[in-house]
């Protein structure tokens, strides 16, 4: 069974910075492109950045590019999301996903991790 846990999440100023982090089981990490996902109270879950099998090609949405980073050390089955200049319009609930998107039908989230940026 695909377990994706997520963590470090919190509160955080404009301009702040956060480390999420998100421990994967069950499944062969290495095999899979991962993703992360947020969706904001209100709004539909919006694809923040993917990364590749290998960690070797990473893509970001408008909205995070140049803010954000994505990363992955498949010997330990994690995935990371360095988040920094953090904006108010970053607040959501933050998921780790399996596939290029995590919208696909069978990709899997974990529960979730908040992250609320207000001053």
């Known amino acids: 069974e695909v377990q994706l846990v997520e963590s470090g999440g919190g509160l955080v100023q404009p301009g702040g910075s956060l480390r999420l982090s998100c421990a994967a089981s069950g499944f062969t990490f290495g095999n899979y492109d991962m993703s992360w996902v947020r969706q904001a109270p209100g709004k539909g879950p919006e694809w923040v950045s993917h990364i590749s099998r290998s960690g070797g090609s990473a893509y970001y949405a408008d909205s995070v590019k140049g803010r954000f980073a994505i990363s992955r050390d498949n010997a330990k089955n994690m995935l990371y999301l360095q988040m920094n200049i953090l904006k108010p319009e970053d607040t959501a609930v933050y998921y780790c996903?399996?596939?290029?998107?995590?919208?696909?039908?069978?990709?899997?989230w974990g529960q979730g991790t908040q992250v609320t940026v207000s001053s």
């Open positions: 996903a399996t596939g290029r998107t995590g919208l696909a039908e069978d990709d899997a």
